[in-house]
């Protein structure tokens, strides 16, 4: 008798098993309650977090601001200054750098 009672738990539980694998592939499916939206928007987010937490993702945010401020501030300085070093050699009046031979030169 115990190995009936037995074999019927088992029979009912691959049932019912069975059926709510098979009901929750169709809801989600067909969408139901936004259930594959939020899904999907649970695993994008998942995705978005491994690149912004922990070190390695401090390290890129910084590496990514750092990249903007030269972009921003200092490539047009570093433009500005050739020019003035051009404009300067070209004159021949005034140098930015003393000459290397030692003597003294007054910087304008």
Do not use: H
Not at 30 to 56: C, I, S, Y
Not at 60 to 66: C, G, I, K, R, T
Not at 69 to 95: C, F, H, Q, W
């Amino acid at each position: 008798q115990a190995v009936f009672t037995w074999a019927y738990c088992i029979a009912w539980f691959l049932i019912q098993d069975l059926s709510k694998v098979g009901l929750y592939k169709l809801l989600l499916n067909f969408d139901v309650a936004g259930l594959r939206t939020e899904l999907e928007l649970k695993e994008k987010r998942a995705l978005e977090m491994k690149g912004q937490t922990g070190v390695e993702g401090r390290v890129n945010q910084l590496e990514e601001a750092l990249k903007e401020v030269k972009v921003e501030r200092i490539e047009p300085l570093e433009r500005e200054v050739r020019a003035l070093r051009e404009s300067t050699v070209d004159n021949g009046s005034a140098r930015l750098m003393p000459s290397g031979s030692g003597s003294s030169s007054s910087m304008i």
